[in-house]
């Protein structure tokens, strides 16, 4: 502090009060010393900050970024978190959600952010967490817990694809089904279903059991050459839309009916013909998240809320009615 003072030409009173975010200081005045500190190899040192004022601006972000909409999602968080000075800490380890929660409590997170891996936990499983004052909020998979949740309007999400297509004129629609144990795929499905049901005309075959993993690809050859009556697939992610269109490229099918995904990563599959998928906006999702763990900082007392966006159908492709169009393959 000395020698930032001697350098600028100001008193160790003004650079304490800037290294400490505190006075009435002009901007110019803070860059100048700033900017003089860093020339100096001076930074600012966190450590004694969190000791001093009770936060490490650090957030734990618990999420597996092998997985690309959660790519996108960490992208929004991190944004979000950079301007207000933080740093995400991530951490990933399959299916030990409470190990990693143990790891973040023991690094003095000030905040937590986990796509949950489990999605029965409960108060009991997050309850060191909540014993500890560390507000927490449950993204993308909704958990029957007292936190915050951000997320998709799945069940809407279902709908609207299921809707697309009977405006389109399909009757006879397939669903192939992701792990019921994931409240989006599940929340996905009964969007779907109720649609179907409201509307007696329209016969819905599901593939799959709607478990993990996918189905291999010698079960899905045999249901596309069979249910010839199918004329639109819709699917719980593009996943699995890309899965359809490779089992039906493998088993030298020429066509195939209209294959509708979900989530819009399709642009990481280039060998994919453009196919109508749901756009969940993750970037919009992760600093919301952000935005509302910081509002929970600052108010603990707060009611723990859900929070749904809507979904957005993105055509993509021309879906045309009934059986006047399938997916040409070769």
């Keep these: 502090m000395r020698d930032i003072a001697r350098a600028t030409g100001v008193s160790m009173t003004t650079v304490s009060r800037v290294m400490s975010n505190q006075g009435n200081l002009s901007q110019e005045t803070r860059d100048r010393i700033m900017k003089t500190a860093r020339e100096l190899g001076y930074y600012d040192n966190r450590l004694s900050s969190a000791i001093r004022l009770g936060r490490t601006g650090t957030v734990g972000v618990l999420i597996d970024l092998s997985v690309s909409y959660y790519n996108r999602l960490f992208r929004g968080i991190a944004g979000a978190l950079d301007e207000r000075d933080c740093l995400p800490v991530v951490a990933y380890r399959e299916n030990e959600d409470c190990a990693m929660l143990h790891r973040m409590i023991e690094q003095r997170v000030d905040g937590i952010i986990i796509v949950p891996t489990q999605d029965d936990s409960d108060n009991q499983f997050y309850c ?13 998979r909704e958990v029957p817990a007292d936190i915050d949740f951000v997320g998709t309007d799945d069940y809407e999400g279902g709908r609207c694809v299921a809707e697309y297509l009977y405006r389109k004129g399909h009757r006879r629609i397939g669903y192939y089904a992701g792990p019921q144990l994931a409240s989006p795929a ?8 109720n649609f179907c049901l409201e509307h007696p005309e329209v016969s819905m075959i599901q593939i799959g059991e709607g478990n993990w993993p996918c189905m291999p690809y010698e079960e899905m050859i045999p249901f596309l050459e069979e249910h010839t009556e199918i004329t639109a697939i819709a699917c719980h992610t593009d996943y699995y839309a890309r899965q359809i269109l490779s089992a039906a490229k493998l088993a030298g099918i020429s066509s195939i009916p209209v294959v509708c995904g979900f989530g819009n990563i399709t642009s990481e599959f280039p ?21 509302r763990l910081f509002l929970r900082m600052k108010h603990p007392e707060l009611v723990p809320e859900k929070f749904r966006f809507p979904p957005e159908l993105l055509e993509k492709s021309t879906v045309m009615r009934g059986m006047k169009q399938r997916i040409i393959l070769k």
């Design 186 to 193: 599940r929340l996905r499905f009964q969007g779907f279903r």
């Design 128 to 140: 060191e967490v909540m014993a500890c004052g560390i507000p927490m909020i449950a993204v993308d």
């Design 271 to 291: 060998d994919t013909i453009p196919i109508p998928t749901v756009e969940q906006h993750p970037e919009q999702q992760g600093r919301f998240a952000v935005e």
